[in-house]
């Protein structure tokens, strides 16, 4: 469910605008608080755990370009929505460069606010989903003796989401994920993220007891990177 702020100065236009996101997507969000100036709703901002913003940015006290710049300076971590009638301000929020995921002129179509709000969502989502892939990951890499301040340990991470992810359950050939991989970093080649996690388990395999490899590995207590990473999807899969 997403939790959404309104901040908007005019009351009409606030009335129905909660009217129609109720109606549309009301199983998604949850309108959680409106404010008519922009004092209150960095106060909000500041103190409550919210997802998403629908911001105007002519309002009274503080403006919206200067919500923006507090979300900015502290680290907030919130999706912003620019809904505003006034070109002057939306040229401002421009040329600052202010992380916003979307800007509406009033007045504009709600389906294209709907369309906003559920591209975040989905978004949002798949961040979660990631987030757990991550963790349950690294939880089983805690069995072997990685340098996780190692790139290639980082690059190990990228190739086994994308792989679960997409739903692998053995991986035949390295090379496209190697490739994949490699659209996330300017300038890195796939050769270098494929040698930066040979690297990587190949450190593994001489820091690790050899017990454990001998555990997981019964007939290669040495492994390539594609039997460990097969092992390690494996070993995902049935946890």
């Given at each position: 469910m997403l939790k959404v702020l309104i901040v908007d100065d005019e009351y009409d236009y606030l009335e129905i605008l909660f009217n129609k996101l109720n109606d549309i997507i009301v199983d998604n969000i949850k309108i959680v608080k409106i404010c008519n100036d922009g004092e209150k709703a960095l106060q909000y901002i500041m103190n409550t755990s919210i997802d998403l913003v629908l911001l105007d940015l002519n309002i009274p006290k503080i403006n919206g370009l200067e919500i923006l710049e507090k979300i900015k300076s502290n680290n907030i971590d919130i999706k912003v929505i620019v809904i505003s009638g006034e070109s002057e301000f939306v040229v401002k929020l421009l040329s600052r460069k202010l992380d916003v995921e979307k800007i509406l002129i009033k007045p504009f179509l709600i389906e294209d606010l709907v369309e906003a709000i559920n591209k975040i969502i989905f978004k949002l989502n798949n961040d979660r989903i990631e987030k757990d892939i991550?963790?349950?990951?690294?939880?089983?890499?805690?069995?072997?003796?990685?340098?996780?301040?190692?790139?290639?340990?980082?690059?190990?991470?990228?190739?086994?989401?994308?792989?679960?992810?997409?739903?692998?359950?053995?991986?035949?050939?390295?090379?496209?994920?190697?490739?994949?991989i490699a659209k996330k970093y300017n300038g890195i080649s796939q050769e270098c993220i494929g040698w930066n996690i040979s690297k990587c388990i190949?450190?593994?395999?001489?820091?690790?007891?050899?017990?454990?490899?001998?555990?997981?590995?019964?007939?290669?207590?040495?492994?390539?990177?594609?039997?460990?990473?097969?092992?390690?999807?494996?070993?995902?899969?049935?946890?």
């Open positions: 991550t963790f349950r990951i690294s939880e089983i890499l805690k069995l072997f003796e990685f340098n996780q301040t190692n790139i290639g340990y980082r690059y190990i991470m990228d190739f086994l989401i994308i792989c679960i992810v997409k739903n692998y359950k053995y991986i035949k050939c390295t090379k496209d994920l190697y490739k994949e190949h450190v593994m395999n001489k820091m690790t007891e050899k017990k454990i490899l001998k555990k997981y590995f019964p007939y290669d207590s040495s492994p390539s990177p594609k039997i460990f990473l097969n092992e390690i999807l494996r070993m995902y899969y049935l946890a």
